[in-house]
């Protein structure tokens, strides 16, 4: 859509902070006020706006969107979103394995290994490796702590950590960063070592690439705004 707008401001409410495109107040795609609950969110959603040119690009304001679901989606789901992030504990990448003696398998280890084991001190649990894709149960013990730190997020943080779950498979790797255990470049890495190994052996695929550049962008993305949340 073309600009609308020539000013982008902000606002101190009574819940936060509106942003204002010429003094008007800017409503989420469910007709909610966009309020954020600090000035260094509300600056850096006011700053996607304002670095529009004559058309609006919504793909070229990640911040905004995490924002928007924060309010319409996640806020009044906030059990639903808790509980869903909580399910790739179940599931986790870094307790899928190669079978032993294969080269993956050792280069999981070496990479994996230190974010799990980082985990399980951090939380005292114990999470259970396993070869193949077949599912293995985890512990209740070890699920519910790891969900607690889920449950104490805000819906902000929420519709961040979100993405950071999801691109990954891993509630791990998203806590571990979260955290700031490992730096994103690690984590990154991490989530991504079976793609990367296999253009390794076999060579890029130009598609396969750009896909991962597009989820790595989603993925700052998201980090950015856990950040921003978090203060």
Same mark, same amino acid.
């Given at each position: 859509?073309?600009?609308?707008?020539?000013?982008?401001?902000?606002?101190?409410?009574?819940?936060?902070?509106?942003?204002?495109?010429?003094?008007?107040?800017?409503?989420?795609?469910?007709?909610?006020?966009?309020?954020?609950?600090?000035?260094?969110?509300?600056?850096?959603?006011?700053? /996607?706006?304002?670095?529009?040119?004559?058309?609006?690009?919504?793909?070229?304001?990640?911040?905004?969107?995490?924002?928007?679901?924060?309010?319409?989606?996640?806020?009044?789901?906030?059990?639903?979103?808790?509980?869903?992030?909580?399910?790739?504990?179940?599931?986790?990448?870094?307790?899928?394995?190669?079978?032993?003696?294969?080269?993956?398998?050792?280069?999981?280890?070496?990479?994996?290994?230190?974010?799990?084991?980082?985990?399980?001190?951090?939380?005292?649990?114990?999470?259970?490796?396993?070869?193949?894709?077949?599912?293995?149960?985890?512990?209740?013990?070890?699920?519910?702590?790891?969900?607690?730190?889920?449950?104490?997020?805000?819906?902000?943080?929420?519709?961040?950590?979100?993405?950071?779950?999801?691109?990954?498979?891993?509630?791990?790797?998203?806590?571990?960063?979260? /955290?700031?255990?490992?730096?994103?470049?690690?984590?990154?890495?991490?989530?991504?070592?079976?793609?990367?190994?296999?253009?390794?052996?076999?060579?890029?695929?130009?598609?396969?690439?750009?896909?991962?550049?597009?989820?790595?962008?989603?993925?700052?993305?998201?980090?950015?705004?856990?950040?921003?949340?978090?203060?």
């Amino acid at each position: 859509m073309k600009r609308f707008y020539k000013t982008v401001t902000t606002q101190p409410v009574d819940n936060g902070h509106a942003l204002l495109l010429d003094n008007r107040p800017v409503k989420t795609p469910l007709r909610e006020p966009l309020v954020l609950p600090t000035v260094a969110m509300a600056d850096a959603v006011a700053g /996607e706006w304002d670095a529009q040119g004559d058309e609006i690009v919504i793909a070229s304001m990640p911040l905004t969107g995490f924002a928007n679901a924060a309010i319409d989606q996640v806020a009044p789901q906030r059990q639903r979103f808790v509980d869903d992030i909580a399910a790739y504990g179940e599931t986790d990448t870094l307790c899928y394995r190669a079978d032993p003696g294969d080269p993956l398998a050792e280069r999981q280890d070496r990479d994996w290994e230190p974010i799990l084991k980082w985990a399980e001190n951090r939380y005292d649990i114990s999470m259970i490796r396993v070869a193949g894709i077949i599912h293995q149960p985890q512990s209740t013990h070890s699920l519910s702590r790891l969900k607690a730190p889920v449950m104490a997020m805000d819906p902000f943080t929420l519709a961040g950590f979100s993405t950071l779950t999801s691109l990954g498979g891993s509630l791990v790797c998203a806590l571990a960063l979260l /955290e700031k255990a490992f730096d994103s470049e690690r984590i990154w890495q991490a989530i991504c070592l079976e793609e990367l190994w296999q253009e390794e052996l076999w060579g890029a695929d130009g598609e396969a690439v750009q896909a991962r550049e597009h989820r790595r962008a989603a993925f700052d993305a998201a980090w950015r705004f856990c950040c921003i949340a978090q203060g």
